[in-house]
T-cell receptor
Framework: DAKTTQPNSMESNEEEPVHLPCNHS???????IHWYRQLPSQGPEYVIH???SNVNNRMASLAIAEDRKSSTLILHRATLRDAAVYYC?????????????FGSGTQLTVLP | GAGVSQSPRYKVAKRGQDVALRCDPI?????LFWYQQALGQGPEFLTY????????KSGLPSDRFFAERPEGSVSTLKIQRTQQEDSAVYLC?????????????FGPGTRLTVL
């Protein structure tokens, strides 16, 4: 699978929007962009995924660049419960690998 | 509804002991994964089952690691002759189907400490 690059850490103030960037310059046309997050002492949880178009769900929005070489996870109003490690992961359609390949992710700190 | 459960949540083993970690996936989920997460790192893939078939075990670090899912539901990860480097959180995840964009649901993990 193609590699992703994320900042090691970011800070946000509570109730402000947060934009978490991810670079994936070697993405292929059949790679889905997935985001998972891991709260302290818990297993990862799915946040959102997309292929080409921007996506919204109750947790977040995913903005995908037109060339698909980067994407941004948007938390519209950060809360203290959003403090977690956020992972940007590419998953290839019809690839042989079914597993998620996690990088080191972005540690998000939310300040009260 | 019931999510993925894992037991025990914590396990302390003396070096050389065998351990067995259990995963109860969400009912009806076809795919089951095991991951290992060292302190401060992202999870790393160990093995994958589709129903009872182990389709990928390329991530198992040594032949001391063995996983099974005999009836296509509950899975057990067994580590023989544990070593200190086996200390980690072991995560289990399941997903409804086998497609690459299917969401994976993770359990809380088992924290293994080998003394």
């Amino acid at each position: 699978d193609a590699k992703t690059t994320q900042p090691n850490s970011m800070e946000s103030n509570e109730e402000e929007p947060v934009h978490l960037p991810c670079n994936h310059s070697t993405i292929s046309g059949t790679d889905y962009i997935h985001w998972y997050r891991q709260l302290p002492s818990q297993g990862p949880e799915y946040v959102i995924h997309g292929l080409t178009s921007n996506v919204n769900n109750r947790m977040a929005s995913l903005a995908i660049a037109e060339d698909r070489k980067s994407s941004t996870l948007i938390l519209h109003r950060a809360t203290l419960r959003d403090a977690a490690v956020y992972y940007c992961i590419l998953r290839r359609l019809s690839g042989s690998a079914r597993q998620l390949t996690f990088g080191s992710g972005t540690q998000l700190t939310v300040l009260p | 509804g019931a999510g993925v459960s894992q037991s025990p949540r914590y396990k302390v083993a003396k070096r050389g002991q065998d351990v067995a970690l259990r995963c109860d996936p969400i009912s009806g989920h076809v795919s089951l994964f095991w991951y290992q997460q060292a302190l401060g790192q992202g999870p790393e893939f160990l093995t994958y089952f589709q129903n009872e078939a182990q389709l990928d075990k390329s991530g198992l670090p040594s032949d001391r690691f063995f996983a099974e899912r005999p009836e296509g539901s509950v899975s057990t990860l067994k580590i023989q002759r544990t070593q200190q480097e086996d200390s980690a959180v072991y995560l289990c995840a399941s997903s409804l189907g086998e497609l690459e964009y299917n969401e994976q649901f993770f359990g809380p993990g088992t924290r293994l400490t080998v003394l």
